[in-house]
């Protein structure tokens, strides 16, 4: 790609798609720099999509379900083919590492494989005798045209979530990617296209999500909203959703507790720590935002996890050897910064980073580093704010109840882990712990198999696993009478 390629905006029906606003820059946050510029959707760009996603919906619902998955098999075979581009661009555009990007878009692809093979197995309820002679069953239906918004941090995870069940569900989507990384998405929807899938089944519209994000939510044609981004905005959408009442599921912040107990496997727990905090510059919205440890094994757990925050490369997503890149902006690194530096002056110990690297070379990009705060208090920013960036607070608690406690005191309930060998405690902090999933001895690594949602302000219904469909499609009961 050269230097300020402008694009269309929009993928509808299809072909691209001129939008009507103005072109909003696409900065490379490894250097600042703006490298392209897409047009943004208006909402007559938007009011385009939804009436293009309802043409295609009839034709499209009307195949049997294997066959839209065989369809859409086929084309993730073909985005796999070009994993190598879309790698390239994910990294220019977000920032992360092109390991991490490698690691994403294989994972997306994985996401729509998943629901491709379930596209065979499909079953529903039956029930036999409810009278003498009568029966019931229940009928799916798809939900029509679905508004998929996605925020830049996984931007093809983050879609293919929606978008895998959706499909095979048998509804039409139309997608709207953060406006800071619509490229790599843009270039996804054009591969399923390429690769056999029916054009307006998936379009694409770019742009802000106060003008295009908006007009998909009150557009009156759009029957379900899925939405990944913060709490606030997610507020919002759900209070639009309820004109119409519009189906909605939404995946929010979190702030994600780790609880290490005294006889946990201390290098596995500090490893899994590092990953879970540090992985994508910390912008994920599972990742480990506060970690509780007990007091007896402290010392050891904390200078483990500074000493591997303190090795770790950082440097361009594209260079060799980076383990972790830029932040996605400068704002976020801005805000990131006064929470760290809010919380220290409440009180608690900077072990390491807690500044940009003083690298001349990665003096433009928008770099962090690995930062490790400990025992702030429990009521600073650290604690009670999500913390969207290479940050992490570690508390020492003296028992499994104050663990549990201080996990629990948090307005999210999103991910959570608990690394213990005694079998007993670890039933009890899966049952007492309040979030939507808790990892024991393992790394925050999310399947497809299980459902996932957040608790508390962190969401409202589930993605992932059988129970996505549920979210996709009407159900009604029938009766058959003697
Ligand atoms: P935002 O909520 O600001 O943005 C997310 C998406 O919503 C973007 O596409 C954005 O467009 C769009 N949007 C913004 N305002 C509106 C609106 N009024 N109506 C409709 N759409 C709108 O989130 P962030 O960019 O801050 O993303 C990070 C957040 O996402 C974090 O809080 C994180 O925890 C959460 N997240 C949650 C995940 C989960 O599964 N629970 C996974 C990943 C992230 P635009 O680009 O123009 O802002």
């Known amino acids: 790609m050269t230097t300020n390629v402008v694009y269309a905006g929009s993928y509808i029906s299809g072909a691209e798609h001129a939008n009507g606003g103005d072109p909003l820059p696409v900065v490379n946050p490894a250097d600042g720099r703006e490298f392209a510029g897409v047009a943004a959707a208006t909402a007559d760009d938007v009011d385009a999509a939804v009436e293009a996603a309802a043409r295609a919906f009839d034709e499209w619902s009307a195949l049997a379900v294997s066959k839209r998955g065989e369809i859409l098999g086929r084309a993730a075979h073909h985005v796999e083919q070009h994993l190598d581009e879309l790698v390239g661009l994910l990294t220019r555009e977000q920032g992360k590492t092109l390991r991490d990007s490698r690691i994403e878009l294989t994972k997306a692809v994985d996401t729509l494989m998943h629901y491709v093979g379930l596209s065979k197995s499909l079953r529903g309820a039956h029930t036999p005798g409810l009278d003498p002679g009568v029966e019931g069953y229940v009928l799916r239906r798809p939900l029509g045209v679905v508004g998929a918004i996605v925020p830049w941090n996984f931007p093809t995870t983050l879609l293919c979530n929606k978008l895998a069940p959706a499909l095979v569900a048998g509804n039409a989507v139309v997608a709207k990617p953060a406006a800071t990384t619509p490229l790599t998405t843009l270039r996804f929807a054009e591969l399923l296209a390429e690769g056999g899938l029916p054009a307006g089944v998936f379009n694409v519209v770019t742009g802000n999500g106060s003008v295009a994000g908006e007009a998909l939510v009150t557009h009156p044609r759009v029957r379900k909203i899925a939405f990944t981004g913060s709490t606030p905005v997610g507020e919002r959408i759900m209070a639009q959703c309820a004109s119409g009442v519009k189906r909605v599921t939404l995946e929010l912040g979190g702030s994600d507790p780790m609880i290490i107990c005294d006889d946990a496997d201390l290098t596995a727990a500090a490893s899994a720590a590092s990953m879970g905090r540090f992985y994508n510059c910390g912008q994920a919205c599972l990742a480990i935002k506060r970690v509780y440890v007990f007091e007896s094994v402290a010392d050891e757990v904390i200078e483990s996890i500074a000493a591997k925050a303190r090795r770790l490369k950082v440097g361009r997503g594209d260079a060799e050897g980076t383990q972790m890149g830029p932040m996605h902006t400068s704002g976020g690194r801005a805000e990131l910064a006064e929470q760290v530096s809010r919380t220290l002056d409440r009180g608690g110990e900077l072990l390491c980073g807690g500044a940009q690297p003083d690298d001349p070379d990665l003096a433009d990009g928008f770099f962090y580093q690995p930062t490790v705060v400990v025992d702030p208090p429990h009521d600073s920013p650290m604690a009670t704010e999500e913390v969207f960036g290479p940050a992490l607070p570690i508390w020492r608690v003296a028992d499994f109840d104050e663990a549990i406690e201080r996990a629990n005191a948090s307005q999210f309930g999103l ?24 990892w024991i001895n393992s790394r925050t690594k999310v399947y497809d198999e299980l459902p996932f949602g957040g608790w508390k302000s962190s969401g409202y219904g589930k993605e992932h696993g059988e129970e996505a469909f549920d979210y996709y499609t009407e159900t009604k009961s029938v009766v058959i009478g003697a």
Do not use: N, P
């Not at 405690?425 to 899966?430: F, L, Y």
């Open 415 to 438: 991910g959570s882990s608990l690394w213990t060998r005694d079998l007993k405690r670890a039933r009890e902090g899966a049952a007492r712990i309040d979030a939507g999933y808790t």
